[in-house]
């Protein structure tokens, strides 16, 4: 997934509740294996890079709860207690949140966004490293292994009761706009009004930079990412989200098949398209996005209508770009 943000030179104004200048800060660490980019509207350079230190110690603490690459992490734990018979187990408020929005995103894409999905992602990145294509009977055994309604969470409790089966989490399609979300509900929090996240292509912004209609936002041209599509995205209080399958894949038998996988099928998907979805929150966007790349077009369309939020999907046809949206996301066209 990614986005390039177009950089637009910013004059200072009066913020309505204070006499004190608003800079342009920009800060950039390396979070979950990429760029995490935070810009905001200020008025020192002091009290900017002490909430840039806050936001980032929070990304922190929320990737030591969702990653499932840090064996310590609470996501991990609560993976490997899966087949144990240990009963109802206690989870944190924000595992807590993310498998509920994962349980609508579940339900509403029909299964095509699925956090158990674990067992297939190992199957196939392994795979992928090996460029060896996984037998029929390999990719059974892992799909079988998959299916968010094998949980059961008590919201109430705060609690999740595992399958008797191995479980395997892979919140990759929804983490990363949700922990960007998070960090632009702290700043607005913060009285922090002007501000974008920039979370390795899943953006949340909040009011546009002072003097302008919105942030700008380029989307990246199918299956080159050097370049970006003529028309640019004009934002404020909205999130997006691209993704691309161009980039990574396997051919066998004459197709491409995605890193991008089907949990009902158990394959990646064997078109190739960038989905870009534009929706009021980081993790409608998100989820929004990947299960957007699984479905049929019309499917696609159905479901981000319904979330009310505005799709477009590029495709690459006889070297030429084509482009397919809803109307809603005509409004948000530069």
Same mark, same amino acid.
């Given at each position: ?8 030179? &910013? ?26 980019t935070i810009v905001f509207y200020a008025a020192d350079s002091v009290s900017a890079n002490q909430l840039a230190r806050q936001c980032y110690r929070k990304v922190d ?98 609690? &999740? ?5 191995? &479980? ?153 770009? &084509? ?5 809603a996301f005509a409004d948000y066209w530069k």
């Open positions: 997934m990614l986005l390039r943000i177009i950089s637009t030179a &910013v004059f200072s104004l009066l913020m309505l509740k204070s006499s004190a200048q608003q800079h342009r800060f920009s800060f950039t660490e390396q979070k979950m294996g990429a760029p995490f603490s929320f990737v030591l709860i969702f990653s499932d690459y840090v064996d310590s992490s609470e996501l991990c734990r609560l993976s490997a207690a899966a087949g144990k018979g240990l009963g109802p187990i206690p989870v944190s408020q924000a595992l807590l949140d993310i498998l509920l929005l994962s349980k609508t995103a579940f339900e509403k894409s029909g299964g095509a966004f699925d956090i158990t999905i674990g067992p297939l992602s190992r199957l196939w990145r392994a795979a992928r490293k090996l460029k060896q294509f996984p037998t029929a009977a390999s990719v059974e055994a892992a799909r079988q292994l998959v299916g968010f309604n094998k949980l059961r969470i008590d919201s109430a409790g705060k609690t &999740v009761l595992l399958p008797d089966s191995p &479980v395997q989490f892979d919140l990759g399609g929804i983490a990363q706009g949700y922990i960007a979300q998070k960090i632009m509900d702290y700043l607005t929090g913060q009285e922090v009004t002007n501000a974008l996240i920039n979370a390795s292509g899943d953006i949340v912004t909040s009011g546009p930079p002072p003097g302008l209609p919105g942030w700008t936002v380029g989307v990246n041209v199918p299956e080159n990412e050097a370049a970006l599509l003529a028309k640019k995205l004009l934002l404020h209080h909205k999130a997006v989200t691209t993704s691309g399958n161009f980039y990574q894949y396997m051919e066998h038998g004459g197709k491409k098949y995605s890193h991008i996988i089907d949990p009902r099928t158990g394959y990646g998907v064997t078109f190739q398209r960038n989905i870009s979805v534009i929706a009021n929150d980081g993790v409608t966007a998100d989820w929004l996005a990947t299960a957007c790349s699984i479905l049929p077009l019309q499917k696609a369309k159905k479901l981000v209508r319904q979330m009310h939020a505005a799709l477009l999907i590029s495709e690459v046809k006889r070297g030429k770009v &084509v482009a397919k949206a809803t109307k």
